[in-house]
T-cell receptor
């Protein structure tokens, strides 16, 4: 059975801290791994990772994939209160329907 | 403005009643998806559709039904057979293979 596990489940940090979120997976026919940010309602897309070792970066957020060890990390540097959200990891397999298998998410709270 | 709309934002129903959640997109996306999110859990796939007049069951389709008569619309009916229907329901669409899914704002359904 396909599995996506995120850790930690939640964390609280102070503004300015760096946060590292983990996502490990066990799926057959892996195609790509996606990160989403969910504040109140709709998850918003952050990154899609397909190749190992290539860092994707957007402002203070970055992510990398390790297909040998079957995990990805999402880093947030110089955190701000606006980074408070649930961060979701999802894995897409090679089936043509584009189904995503989601992890339970990591709740990040950034305090002033 | 292109996007995905879901209505209503909040919905309250009595047990035993069927209820239909609306999802409309004007992104010209072929594929559409319905997910359910429960507190502390990731998103779970209910149904998905890649083209008009065709749809497939996801991981938790029991007690739900869908239709895809138009490319823009993918309504979800929560039937009285769904044992635990209270949840946050998210609709998504995708441009095509290799693209990420975009999510609507969600509908929070409460059944008492």
């Amino acid at each position: 059975e396909d599995k996506v596990v995120q850790s930690p489940l939640s964390l609280v940090v102070h503004e300015g801290d760096t946060v590292t979120l983990n996502c490990s997976y066990e799926v057959t026919n892996f195609r790509s791994l996606l990160w989403y940010k969910q504040e109140k309602k709709a998850p918003t897309f952050l990154f899609m990772l397909t190749s190992s070792g290539i860092e994707k970066k957007s402002g203070r957020l970055s992510s990398i994939l390790d297909k040998k060890e079957l995990f990805s990390i999402l880093n947030i540097t110089a955190t701000q209160t606006g980074d408070s959200a649930v961060y979701l990891c999802a894995v897409k397999t090679t089936d043509s329907w584009g189904k995503l298998q989601f992890g339970a998410g990591t709740q990040v709270v950034v305090t002033p | 403005d292109g996007g995905i709309t879901q209505s209503p934002k909040y919905l309250f129903r009595k047990e035993g009643q069927n209820v239909t959640l609306s999802c409309e997109q004007n992104l010209n996306h072929d594929a559409m998806y319905w997910y359910r999110q429960d507190p502390g859990q990731g998103l779970r796939l209910i149904y998905y559709s890649q083209i008009v007049n065709d749809f497939q069951k996801g991981d938790i389709a029991e007690g739900y039904s869908v239709s895809r008569e138009k490319k823009e619309s993918f309504p979800l009916t929560v039937t009285s057979a769904q044992k635990n229907p209270t949840a946050f329901y998210l609709c998504a669409s995708r441009r095509g293979p290799g693209w990420e899914q975009y999510f609507g704002p969600g509908t929070r359904l409460t059944v008492t």
